[in-house]
């Protein structure tokens, strides 16, 4: 079993940057690979970024690529997604996610999720 709570969220104008937090408990964070995804509102969950269970590899959704960086901490069970140059289209709530294998997925292979933090960018 995983819990995952994020934090970081908020509003920020366009151009803006925010660090989002995933804190996870449980013995098996170092094994599995960590996902981020987003909801816009009236919109279906998508993938935004992914990395290893090692932090050796990681996997960005093109609409990020270049904006934004994931990264883990496995002494502190945590996962961050630096976003930069944010704009009004990446408004929704961000989902950290934990898969079950070691490597990143972009698909079907999360199993525990946490409750989202809400990312507002303005115009």
């Known amino acids: 079993q995983v819990q995952l709570v994020e934090s970081g969220g908020g509003l920020v104008q366009a151009g803006g940057s925010l660090r989002l937090s995933c804190a996870a408990s449980g013995r098996t964070f170092s094994s599995r690979g960590m996902g981020w995804f987003r909801q816009a509102p009236g919109k279906e969950r998508e993938f935004v970024a992914g990395?290893?269970?090692?932090?050796?590899?990681?996997l960005y959704a093109d609409f990020l690529k270049g904006r934004s960086t994931i990264s883990r901490d496995n002494t502190k069970n945590a996962v961050y997604l630096q976003m930069n140059s944010l704009k009004p289209e990446d408004t929704a709530v961000y989902y950290c996610?934990?898969?079950?294998?070691?490597?990143?997925?972009?698909?079907?292979?999360?199993?525990?999720w946490g409750q989202g933090t809400q990312v507002t960018v303005s115009s």
């Open positions: 996610a934990a898969s079950r294998y070691r490597w990143v997925d972009s698909g079907d292979a999360y199993e525990y």
């Open positions: 990395i290893t269970a090692t932090g050796s590899s990681t």
